[in-house]
């Protein structure tokens, strides 16, 4: 196998590689904005004036958050409609948090968490820890009637494993396109410069002949 034929598969596999990693990268990274989404339409939701319940069936960490932007279904117990909202400024509220024997979770102030998704947008305002999964009591109280308080896992679009994979792999993909654009335009200038090289030289070369002229008198045949 020759040289040029060795250096044409390996550019061609620089541009291969870049395009399945990116595809490969892309794809996984959509999964994470998926899955995130689903997280984050699913954390439980409780209007300001509510009390009511939650069931937590696993044990770690958890964030209190208030949403600036969402949708709320009706919640029998709280006596309220099924409704759109959206504040420019998160609402200040004021959220309890009782286990079953109505003893009170440390709820400890944190905002290092948002999120912005299509349907909802919020940060946290508190965080706490469940060591015995059980049902929960929340309370919300806040000056805006239609504050709305959600309560789960890190909902944070940036800490999702499968997200930040994705978007790893699509930077990788970047390095490659870029290795594969310097490979393919090293092998242009190489083929010039062969071609260059092994161009045959041209010589133009110059018969020397005499200029025709008519003849002189003295040549000219005796006619009389």
């Not at 196998?1 to 794809?27: L, P, Q």
């Not at 959509?30 to 409780?46: C, F, M, N, S, Y």
């Not at 997200?163 to 654009?181: E, K, N, P, W």
């Amino acid at each position: 196998m020759s040289d040029d034929t060795t250096k044409i598969r390996s550019v061609k596999w620089w541009w291969i590689s870049a395009i399945i990693v990116f595809v490969v990268g892309m794809t996984v990274a959509l999964i994470g904005v998926q899955r995130d989404q689903e997280l984050i339409a699913d954390l439980v939701r409780t209007p300001s004036g509510c009390v009511s319940t939650v069931d937590i069936s696993a044990t770690g960490r958890y964030y209190v958050y208030v949403e600036t932007k969402g949708t709320i279904n009706e919640i029998g117990p709280c006596n309220n409609d099924g409704r759109n909202f959206e504040f420019d400024i998160p609402p200040e509220v004021t959220v309890t948090l009782t286990d079953a024997g109505g003893d009170a979770v440390d709820l400890r102030p944190d905002d290092s968490v948002e999120y912005d998704a299509p349907d909802f947008m919020g940060e946290s305002v508190a965080t706490f820890v469940i060591s015995e999964p059980g049902t929960f009591t929340v309370a919300v109280q806040s000056p805006q009637a239609d504050a709305v308080v959600a309560i789960g896992r890190n909902a944070s679009m940036m800490d999702g494993a499968l997200l930040v994979g994705g978007a790893s792999l699509v930077l990788i993909a970047l390095a490659l396109l870029i290795l594969a654009i310097i490979a393919t335009r090293s092998r242009r200038r190489a083929r010039q410069r062969v071609v260059a090289n092994g161009r045959p030289e041209v010589y133009v070369t110059y018969e020397s002949r005499d200029m025709w002229a008519p003849p002189r008198p003295e040549d000219r045949a005796d006619r009389s």
